[in-house]
């Protein structure tokens, strides 16, 4: 297997676990936290700062990376330019799995890259994010459409391209329908061609 | 196997002999252009003219469309009902594959069908188009742009979705990064599952 898959998803759609199941599956490493945790320790951030400017348009996010072209880099423009190179780092290093981080678009000149986008109903993603993530703060459709409404954000500020157009991305899949273990199991067999 | 497969697609991606070969493979029939023979017959219109009228919101479709609302049925109105209700009535008949014609959108409330978007390259399907199709009137990327847009509108039109969101299918796939034989694999195994 000499891919690298990287995993867009829905919030809540389980691609994270579609990705460590993949890696298990192809016996590769699954990279997500893992890369946070490396960029938190190249820039200095602590990695909940790390992870709140990973996904954050709004607010400083957008505002602090637009200043970072006027004031030289901000915190947002740092974290960026190091997760950039970290997730480069990570796929010349070989096959593996890559969850989030836009890694589609970091890797656009890399000719095995295998790119997947996750999604599932809001439905099925309510109840994974109540049972399997424990997200019982606040209205389970409120946290889905927040989440969703920022991801979409931050993907179309960094890559110019459309958040869910199915033309990103080589396979599209959803969750809700397939069930996660025929994701997986797509996903490994086009990955083992070739 | 029990589902109805709806495929809908780029023009030149490869949609219509992904449809073939997995009838071939499923043993069902597969419809596209019996669906225009069919609706023509019904209609008393010719299969050029139902043809021409099923891609088109240019022109005499989509106000023959809009005036028809307030001058009776128009031809292009005839034309769909006619159509929705020949695809309805293959639907219910039991597995196939259908082509095109909106017929995931048509079949919203059918609990069988697995609803898929095949899409490729720009560079991919002009090789296609020109190769397989015969296409050499024309540029082949103004065609492939002319039919694209044709396409989008139309589909956009009759469903009020957006063309190519992959939140639309249960399965979207590169026919240009996996092949046309892959796809016929991943969409025959997701089928035969239940």
Chains 1, 2 share one sequence.
Not at 161 to 187: H, M, P, Q, R, Y
Request: hydrophobic share 35%; net charge negative.
């Amino acid at each position: 297997m000499n891919k690298i898959i990287t995993i867009s998803r829905e919030f809540g759609s389980g691609g994270r676990s579609i990705g460590q199941a993949l890696a298990d599956k192809l016996n590769v490493k699954c990279y997500d936290s893992l890369i946070i945790a490396e960029t938190a320790k190249e820039s200095g951030f602590t990695v909940d700062y790390v992870e709140s400017q990973s996904e954050d348009t709004q607010g400083s996010g957008i505002f602090g990376w637009l200043a970072g072209n006027y004031y030289g880099d901000s915190n947002t423009h740092q974290i960026w330019n190091i997760q950039y190179d970290v997730i480069r780092d990570i796929a010349s290093k070989g096959p593996c799995v890559i969850v989030g981080r836009c890694a589609d678009y970091i890797l656009h000149d890399f000719d095995n890259v295998l790119r997947v986008f996750i999604h599932a109903s809001d439905e099925f993603r309510e109840k994974r994010i109540v049972e399997e993530y424990g997200e019982t703060d606040e209205d389970p459709l409120s946290r889905l459409k927040e989440k969703d409404k920022k991801r979409k954000a931050y993907y179309e500020f960094i890559t110019g391209e459309e958040w869910g157009n199915a033309k990103n991305f080589d396979l599209a899949l959803d969750t809700s329908t397939l069930g996660i273990d025929t994701c997986v199991d797509i996903i490994a067999s086009v990955a083992n061609k070739d």
